[in-house]
């Protein structure tokens, strides 16, 4: 007989834990409580969309990741061969290519150190406004 795991929901009642879906912060739901969340989390995105902040994407870190998909781009190299010589999943640096996070200097390093170039950081004078 195949051994298995039970859990209690957030009502106290006692489940099977391959029921359970697993959520943030490894609290298991029900499928009926995380349908219940989902909604909860759609109508508060949607009352308070205009004060939800989102991330800002620096200029500077657009146009240099622009640059290192260019030189990617140039050299023939795929996703996966720069996955193979950074070690960064090819689906993190799709999302860094498209989406354009917020991305640590470690990681715009490591993407320019597998097309053989370097990272260069420059203080100066801020332009007259």
Do not use: C
């Not at 957030?10 to 219940?36: F, H, I, N, P, V």
């Amino acid at each position: 007989m195949p051994y298995i795991e039970f859990i209690w929901d957030l009502g106290g009642r006692m489940m099977a834990k391959k029921q359970a879906k697993r959520r943030s912060r490894g609290r298991y739901l029900t499928d009926e409580e995380a349908a219940k969340y989902d909604t909860i989390r759609e109508q508060v995105a949607a009352e308070f969309s205009d004060r939800i902040k989102k991330p800002t994407v620096s200029p500077v870190a657009h146009a240099a990741i622009m640059e290192l998909k260019q030189a990617r781009e140039a050299l023939g190299l795929s996703l996966a061969d720069i996955r193979d010589r950074t070690g960064i999943e090819r689906s993190a640096l799709s999302r860094l290519e498209n989406e354009t996070p917020n991305v640590t200097i470690r990681t715009l390093e490591r993407y320019a150190e597998a097309l053989g170039k370097r990272i260069v950081i420059e203080i100066a004078d801020a332009r007259p406004t």
